[in-house]
């Protein structure tokens, strides 16, 4: 930083480096010696933010801006994945429930992606994206996190901005692979344009942020907590029937329907069929 030609010890206040030292005029009382008149700072303007734009893989037409970003390194992505995996156990330190549910997620998002044709590439970022989906809580309230009853709506608004939240955190380490980032910020998005942060509806919400939605409603539902009980599967099965198309993919739905267990196929949640141990 280039130095002052004023030092601050000849100065009568700090010597900024933007701004010019105060010299009292002629005549001036001891009053202003001793406190001078504050001066404004003038900061650098932040760059405009980059438009945000979804990953080809999943969403059809809306192609990322190569030009404007470059791919990390190897090295450098490992880091990246590195510093994103100490902030879900940051997260698993503040609530506990939240890592154990996006590691479930992460397992049936996988399933129901494998279950609707995806080739291995897209079903690891699916995956990798779904134990990412809830990050951002790590910027909302633990009291609101852990509390016990209904939440109102205002609390309900305060704990969805953790799709917000997560997106802000997952960008800078994310590079141009985006999956991540879909999953993150739009995995609360509904298929009626009801959803939460930005409404986007159909086919406008990225796939994997769809099929990520199945999963994380689906885990939501069969699990147990403070405020109420876990529905059954059978229970769980019906509220995703019932919703598909309004506020689910319906393809998504049926995907993970099949592969629930039923009387004539009792395999339950966990074994190989979710494609736990598969390193996917």
Known sequence: M?????????????????RAPFLPRAGASAATLRHPPRRARHY?????????????????????DHSANQMPAPLEQELFLGALKSLAHALQAKDPYTAG???????????????????????????FAAELHDIGKIGVSERLLHKRGRLTDYEYDEVMRHTIIGEQIVAPLMGVDLTVREVVRWHHERMN?????????????????????????????????????????????RELLENAGTQFDPECVDALVRLLPTPHSPLPPGSGEWGVGSGM
């Open 44 to 64: 650098r303007p932040l760059p405009k933010p980059q438009a945000y734009q979804c990953n080809p893989t999943f969403s059809g037409s809306h192609a990322p």
């Open 193 to 237: 344009g009801t959803g939460t942060p930005d409404g986007l509806s159909g086919d406008d919400i990225p796939l994997a942020a769809r099929v990520v939605a199945v999963a994380d409603a689906f885990d939501a539902m069969t699990s147990a907590r403070p405020y109420r009980a876990a529905l059954s599967l059978d229970a769980a099965r």
């Open 2 to 18: 280039e130095s002052h030609p004023v030092a601050a010890h000849d100065s009568p206040h700090r010597a900024w480096p933007d």
């Open 101 to 127: 549910h996006a590691l479930r997620v992460s397992v049936v998002a996988k399933a129901v992606a494998r279950e609707l044709g995806l080739s291995p590439p897209q079903v690891r970022q699916i995956g």
